[in-house]
């Protein structure tokens, strides 16, 4: 059982255009939800992180919404990049030390045209 | 370079035998995960250690152990190697080990073939 869906699986996108992609949870006790990027080749590196007691959360060009209610988080590319191509990943965790599994989302690869 | 490091890069091996991963965390980090990541499975957490103690568990097999040396480097055992573990395993350190809401630094993986 996915306790995490993402989506969409891969996602081309202009130079300058805005990349989606969204998460979906299940379980209500996550309470932190970071998206990580990962480059061929290369271990995943945190990007961007949101609690749910926020709707929103901006990094230059990276912005995460959250939507408590629905359950489901969105990472926003503004202005994408070709340097942005890379697969995302999101993911819920649950309160610290509760000796509970973290899940990740099954990835999203963004291509980025110049 | 994220300052995690794990060995060997590479392993090719056959079905049925035994393997030994390597992670060294970054210096000052108490905390190191394991993650395996597969095609079809994507991104798994296996098991958390923080301090030389196990702290949060995951999808991880019975045919898999882990622990955290007094150093703070941590050893992924895998035996009874099967094709479906073919995979890139990856070691993760934090420094206060509060899961997955502080940063995680990523090593480059260790990529598993199983022949």
């Known amino acids: 059982q996915q306790q995490v869906k993402q989506s969409p699986q891969s996602l081309i996108v202009q130079k300058g255009g805005i990349s989606i992609i969204n998460c979906a949870y299940e379980?209500?006790?996550?309470?932190?939800f970071p998206w990580y990027q990962q480059f061929p080749g290369k271990g995943p590196a945190l990007l961007i992180a949101?609690?749910?007691?926020?709707s929103e959360k901006k990094e230059g060009r990276f912005t995460i919404s959250f939507n408590k209610s629905a359950k489901q988080f969105s990472l926003h590319i503004m202005d994408s990049q070709p340097g942005d191509s890379a697969t995302y990943f999101c993911?819920?965790?649950?309160?610290?030390?509760?000796?509970?599994?973290?899940?990740f989302g099954t990835g999203t690869s963004l291509t980025v045209i110049p | 370079d994220s300052g995690v490091t794990q060995t060997p890069k590479h392993l090719i091996t056959a079905t049925g035998q035994r393997v030994t991963l390597r992670c060294s965390p970054r210096?000052?980090?108490?905390?190191v995960y394991w993650y395996q990541q597969s095609l079809d499975q994507g991104l798994q957490f296996l098991i958390q250690?923080?301090?030389?103690?196990?702290?949060a568990k995951g999808n991880i097999l019975e045919r898999f152990s882990a622990q955290q040396f007094p150093d703070l480097h941590s050893e992924l055992n895998l035996s009874s190697l099967e094709l479906g573990d073919s995979a890139l395993y990856f070691c993760?350190?934090?420094?206060?080990?509060?899961?997955?809401?502080?940063?995680?630094?990523f090593g480059p993986g260790t990529r598993l073939l199983v022949l």
């Open positions: 379980n209500t006790a996550f309470d932190y």
């Open positions: 949101i609690r749910p007691d926020v």
């Open positions: 993760a350190s934090s420094a206060r080990g509060t899961g997955g809401r502080e940063t995680q630094y």
């Open positions: 250690y923080y301090n030389g103690e196990e702290r």
């Open positions: 210096s000052g980090d108490l905390s």
């Open positions: 993911a819920a965790i649950p309160p610290s030390n509760t000796g509970n599994q973290f899940y």
